[in-house]
């Protein structure tokens, strides 16, 4: 037997941190619920609501108007109208979400209704992305775009093909997904479905619990993003953060107009401290209640501290619109605030931003890139646009192979692989190289 003295760096989660961390990840609206939640437990805990129309704020707040154009040819998209008393299918709710991207053009907005128009009742997309671009008389890329952008609608997931990419799209919007469930979706899905425990551990050298975890997660995922229904409840959209600019700077409002007031209740302080037998109680509650106001405080500046990084990794976003979206990730986020990526995805988890150019989902913001030689991320669409270029100039008798295009693409500072090439150049519907030969 051997005695043996090392050191270990370990982290704690306290209960305050915590609860902080849950409050963070709750929007507007489920934070005020979860307010009133807590009143109702807490009897120390009195919570005032705000005075005012509830529903006709919320009508104004999402009420867009177009900036830069003279008062009198103001031009304002009302979402909500007349849904706060109606029910409204799926399709309706997503065609209402259109007007909130106000940098679209009318083409563009045209594009989008028939994608929505066209989707099964899983909300699922099956069309030819190749002929709705020569239909519409405009790029493949841009088709894409536009599907991307529509793939950040609510409810998650609308417009995906198939279940695998429905699948795929939850775990890249989940920081915390087990680093294998992605391949086992892309690969090996079939496994999975069959509970092949023993031949995907040995496939991905990995142990059979880390394996099962990884099974159990996957199985847990929706499979479908919803089902159309005539009856679904209305939903409407509270922006949680609010982006305007005054005298060429931009201000910064946190929309908390709907958060209920909290105030102690001075009459139950004072019966349960003159009871010995309610004093642990006493400060039970008292606990719950500073642990809530420093959670929403908290809250508060990283969600401040979030958007004011925002404000300058996207410069152009918030002045020109969707179009200017340049590539961030969640980690370069979260270096940057000094905070780890499941706090910042927390952050951004059913949150809202209303800018100049309409309300987006914070998730929306983070689009993926790859890091070139220079050490900056180059877009997706980018990277794409480029395999289409050298695609369009090569030599019509010796067509560009996958790994031609590759190589010549990391001569340009990109560092890809050949199989993301082959995935990229699927996607724009160009044949390969075999298959592109002019005589």
Known sequence: MNLNVSQQITQTLTTELIHQLELLQYSSSELEQHIYEKSNENPLLTVIEKSMNHTKDIVDLATMSIKGIQPKQKQQYDFIQTRLTQQHSYITQLLDQIPLHLSLTPHDREILNYFIHNLDEHLFLNVDLSKVAKSFNTSLDHINTLLDLLQTFE???????????????????????????????????????????????????????????????????????????????????????????????????LNNRFLPKIEINQDYVDLLKESVEDYAYYQQCMNDIIALTQGIAQRDKTLYSLTRLLLDLQASFFEHGIKALSPMRLKDVAQALNMHESTISRAVKNKFIRTPHGIFALQSLFTKGIINDSGKLDSVSYIKSRIKELVENENRKTPLSDQQLTEKLETEGIRISRRTVSKYRKELNIANSSKRIYL
């Open 155 to 253: 409810p998650l997931g609308v417009g995906v093909r198939n279940m695998k990419e429905y699948l795929l799209i939850q775990i890249y919007n989940d920081i915390e997904a087990p680093p294998f469930a992605a391949p086992f979706i892309q690969h090996h899905l079939e496994q999975v479905a069959n509970l092949s425990i023993k031949l995907l551990s040995t496939t991905y050298n990995i142990s059979i619990e880390e394996t099962q975890r990884t099974i159990q997660y996957i199985r847990n995922l929706k499979p479908i993003p919803a089902s159309l229904d005539n009856n679904a409840t209305s939903v409407y959209i509270i922006p949680d953060i609010i982006i305007s600019k005054l005298n060429g700077e931009w201000i910064i409002e």
